[in-house]
């Protein structure tokens, strides 16, 4: 049973996620929280699966909720996903910074919000292309960190490739084909990595991975086409 909370100061919002959460027979809704410090005292109750959290909200938003969420060890297990009405937006690389897992658009299609709730729940990044080509675009134009490569130094040459592959927005399947291994074996290099940066999940190794300066920015992948999840 994966086990939702869901934070979003408009009742209205909540009520229609729930609607749709409630008819599914794997997915459970623990409790509701209208803004982040209660969504804070709720996470720390149930730990949830999965955390569905608005970006924008009074007391404290989302993002500084995140934050604090993958802050704390005892939440470790809790995957933070972001709504927002607004799509790609500068809170987005906020949101990723602080430790969410993605985010979803409050217009998704109901079928696609069910099965991202399930793809966060199992610890899958919610990194559509479209959103690892404006990520690469943010730092192709406007780095935000200075490139450091001393946490890497951890890294096997194995790990380095597989996590530069899906810093490009490949999946685990598609690392595999690339670097002629096992889709097994692609994930536990991206899961070692993750462990040896110190990273909640894999949309924060993404950005690790521009941060550090392990993947470079390359302008021609914003004009791939098509959509797909990173998982």
Known sequence: MIRVLLVDDQPLIRSGFRALLDLEDDIEVVAEAADGQECLALVAQHLPDV????IQMPVMDGIE?????????????VHVVMLTNYGMDEYVFDALRAGAAGFLV???????????????ARGDA???????RKLIDRYVTQPPFTRTGGALEELTSRERE??????????NDEI???MVISP???KTHINRAMAKLHTRDRAQLVVRAYETGLAVPRPTFADASGERETG
């Open 176 to 178: 595999a084909d690339r």
């Open 162 to 171: 597989a996590v530069a592959l899906a810093a490009q927005g490949l999946s």
């Open 106 to 120: 409050k217009d998704i299609l109901p079928e696609d919000f069910l099965h991202a709730v399930r793809v966060a």
């Open 184 to 186: 097994a074996t692609a």
């Open 126 to 132: 919610l990194l559509a292309p479209a959103i690892t």
């Open 51 to 54: 955390a569905l959290i608005d």
């Open 65 to 77: 909720a995140t934050r604090r969420i993958a802050a704390d060890p005892a939440s470790a297990g």
